[in-house]
């Protein structure tokens, strides 16, 4: 993603199969709604605290994403999921005191 847009071919329709650095956190109240959405995070990503993942998606797999949470927000009782969108240069520049968060490369989900 560059400047809020999907990276593009020479015929501007959108690369499918290009990957964005994702960062999804989340707050939700029920211990066991919470239980069943890390297990399904656990689909497309790497659980780096237990409320946040970090995810390498294409647009198809953050939209496939973003449906298969949505059944575990209640937002009349508070829940709340985030996504976090970071080019490579803002990836590269995470700090972590674990060694779980700190990798060389992302971790690819297909």
């Given amino acids: 993603m560059v400047n809020g847009q ?3 071919t020479n015929d501007q ?6 990957k964005t650095f994702i960062v999804a956190a989340y707050d939700i ?16 990503g790497l659980a780096v ?8 998606l294409t647009p198809e797999q ?5 449906k ?4 575990y927000i209640k937002p009349k009782q508070g829940d709340r999921i ?12 995470i700090k972590a005191t674990d060694t ?3 990798q060389d490369a992302p971790v690819v989900f297909a």
């Fill in 6 to 8: 999907w990276l593009t």
């Fill in 13 to 18: 329709q959108p690369t499918t199969n290009m």
């Fill in 29 to 44: 109240s029920d211990d066991r709604r919470r239980a069943r959405l890390h297990k399904r995070l656990k689909k497309f």
């Fill in 49 to 56: 605290q237990y409320s946040v993942f970090e995810c390498l």
């Fill in 62 to 66: 953050f939209k496939e994403m973003q």
């Fill in 68 to 71: 298969a949470v949505q059944p």
């Fill in 82 to 93: 985030r996504y976090y969108q970071l080019c490579e240069s803002c990836r590269q520049r």
């Fill in 100 to 102: 779980i968060a700190r």
